[in-house]
C-alpha cells in the first residue's frame, strides 16, 4: 500500500508546475501613458533615438525605452510612431497681455479695461501653448493681469503654458518703460501706478523689492531707450551704473535673476558689469560685451522676430508708429541679425525669445528661421529653446530635456528639425505636465 501511494504522490508534484498559472503582467499605474516614438530628441545637443518608449506617471517621466515597448494592461497608449518629439519649447521674453502695438496699442492702454485685458492675455497664452511652447518667461505686463494669469494656469483654472512673470518692468524717468511717455501730463499720476519708475540707486532698490511684494518669479530693467519708446531718446544708456547695481543686487538678494532690455553697446556692458543675468536684444554688442558675456556667464536673448511684426503692421498700415518710433524700427530692421552673428563665434551663451507682443503671439517658432539664418545652427537653435533657456530660467532640473522626473512637457512635429526648422511652425502634438493639449491626426 505504501509504494502506490508514494508513486501517486511523486507524481502530483511532478505535475504541479503543468498547472500552475503564469502571472499576469503589471497593471498600469492609474493615469500611466505610453508614448511610442519614431524619433526622439531626448536631449538636444545630442543625437537623437530613433523607436522609443517614453513611459509617464503622475505627470512626469518615468523611464524611456528602446524599441515600442508592450504597455501595461489599462495604460493610455499614444501613438507618434510617424512623428519627431522633442522636449516642449521655451520662449524667454514674451508679453502676453497683448500684441498690439504703434498707436494701437497706445490707445488700447488708456481704453481697454483690466478685465479686457486679462482675457486677451488668456487668448494669447492658449495660442502660445499650442504652438508648442509649454513654459514662457512673460517680461513685462500692466495690471498684474499676467501675474494673475500664471496662477490660474497652476491651478488648471485656465490654458496656457507654465509661466515665469516679471510683473511690471523697472525704469528710469523717461526710460524705456516709463508708462507714461507719450500721453498727456494729466494723465500720468494715472498711468505711473505700479511704482516701477526709479530715480537714483535707493529708489530703485525701493522699486525692485515693489515688484517682488507682487510675487514676480524674475526681475526685468531696462538700461537703454527702447524701439518702441514713445519718445525720441535714442537708443543707448538710460540708467547710471550704480542704479543698475542696486537693482541687480537688490534682486539677486532676494533669490531673483534679473532680464535687461538693452539695445545699445554703453547699456549692454552697464548691465553685464552689474551682474545681469541675461540681456535682451542686445542690439549693437561690441568686443567689450562679448568679453564681458563670457566672464560673467549671462545668456544673450537676441528677438530677432520682432522684425516680423514691424515689417506686418507698417504693410497693414504706414501710419502704424508713431514719426520717431518709425525711425528706430526702420533702423531696427536693418541691423537685425548683426548682433547675433558676432555672438555666435564667440561663444555667448545664447537662450530663445521672441518679444511676442512686439510679433504675434502663437507664432514663436518664426524665430528659429531668423536665428539660423543669422549664425546658428538648427541644432543649437534648438538647445537655445529647451535646455539653454531651461537654465537661463533656473528650471533644468524640470524642463529642457525629456528625462526621467522630468515634467512630461513634450512636443511633436512632421519631419526632421535637425534638418529644416520651419518644421517647428507646425506642431501636430502638445504635451504639458502629462496632459495633452493638442494632437493632430
Known amino acids: 500500500m505504501l509504494l502506490p501511494r508514494l508513486r501517486f504522490l511523486c507524481l502530483v508534484a511532478l505535475s504541479a508546475p503543468l498547472f500552475a498559472q503564469t502571472p499576469p503582467p503589471p497593471a498600469a499605474q492609474p493615469g500611466e ?14 543625437e537623437p533615438r530613433r523607436n522609443a518608449t517614453v513611459v509617464i506617471q503622475n505627470n512626469r517621466i518615468a523611464s524611456i525605452q528602446d524599441g515600442f515597448a508592450k504597455p501595461p494592461p489599462g495604460a493610455t497608449v499614444i501613438d507618434l510612431r510617424d512623428r519627431f518629439v522633442l522636449p516642449g519649447l521655451i520662449d524667454c521674453h ?16 488708456v481704453s481697454d479695461s483690466i478685465a479686457s485685458g486679462a482675457y486677451e492675455a488668456a487668448w494669447n497664452a492658449k495660442k502660445t501653448l499650442e504652438a508648442g511652447f509649454t513654459t514662457v518667461r512673460n517680461l513685462g505686463s500692466s495690471d498684474g493681469v499676467t501675474l494673475a494669469l500664471r496662477d490660474a494656469i497652476t491651478k488648471g483654472w485656465a490654458t496656457g503654458p507654465r509661466i515665469v512673470d516679471a510683473g511690471t ?6 526710460g524705456h518703460g516709463d508708462p507714461t511717455l507719450g500721453f498727456r501730463d494729466e494723465l500720468h499720476a494715472v498711468l505711473d501706478r505700479h511704482g516701477n519708475v526709479c530715480d537714483g540707486a535707493d529708489d530703485c532698490r525701493r522699486a525692485v523689492r515693489k515688484q517682488i ?31 543698475a547695481k ?6 539677486h538678494l532676494y533669490g531673483k535673476k534679473v532680464a535687461v532690455h538693452a539695445h545699445g553697446a554703453d547699456g549692454i556692458t552697464t548691465a553685464l558689469r552689474a551682474g545681469a543675468d541675461s540681456i535682451e536684444h542686445g542690439t549693437l554688442l561690441d568686443d567689450e560685451a562679448l568679453k564681458l558675456f563670457r566672464s560673467s556667464d549671462a545668456y544673450y536673448v537676441p528677438t530677432l522676430s520682432t522684425i516680423n ?17 518709425r525711425k528706430k524700427i526702420d533702423w531696427r530692421i536693418g541691423i537685425t541679425g548683426d548682433a547675433l552673428r558676432k555672438a555666435v563665434p564667440a561663444g555667448v551663451k545664447i537662450a530663445f525669445g521672441t518679444d511676442a507682443g512686439v510679433s504675434k503671439h502663437g507664432r514663436n517658432a518664426d ?31 524640470q524642463i529642457g530635456s525629456i ?38 491626426r
Not at 169 to 174: K, N
Open 403 to 440: 528625462e526621467p522626473g522630468r515634467s512630461a512637457d513634450l512636443i511633436a512635429v512632421q519631419g526632421d528639425p535637425l534638418s529644416d526648422v520651419a518644421v517647428l511652425k507646425k506642431v501636430g502634438f502638445v504635451m504639458k505636465e502629462g496632459k495633452v493639449y493638442k494632437h493632430d
Open 169 to 174: 518692468a523697472i525704469s528710469t524717468t523717461s
Open 367 to 397: 524665430e528659429f528661421e531668423l536665428m539660423v539664418k543669422h549664425g546658428m545652427t538648427a541644432a543649437s537653435a534648438l538647445q537655445a529653446a529647451t535646455v539653454n533657456a531651461a537654465d537661463l530660467l533656473g528650471l533644468a532640473d
Open 33 to 46: 501613458i505610453v508614448l511610442h516614438v519614431g524619433t526622439l530628441l531626448d536631449k538636444p545637443g545630442r
Open 213 to 243: 511684494s507682487r510675487g514676480v518669479d524674475v526681475i526685468k530693467i531696462a538700461t537703454t531707450g527702447g524701439v518702441n519708446s514713445r519718445i525720441g531718446l535714442g537708443l543707448g544708456a538710460q540708467m547710471f551704473d550704480d542704479e
Open 309 to 325: 511684426g514691424y515689417l506686418e503692421r507698417i504693410a497693414a498700415n504706414p501710419n502704424a508708429y508713431a514719426p520717431e518710433v
Open 94 to 109: 514674451v508679453h502676453l497681455d497683448s500684441d498690439r502695438a504703434g498707436l494701437e496699442g497706445q490707445l488700447a492702454d
Open 246 to 251: 542696486a537693482i541687480i543686487e537688490t534682486a
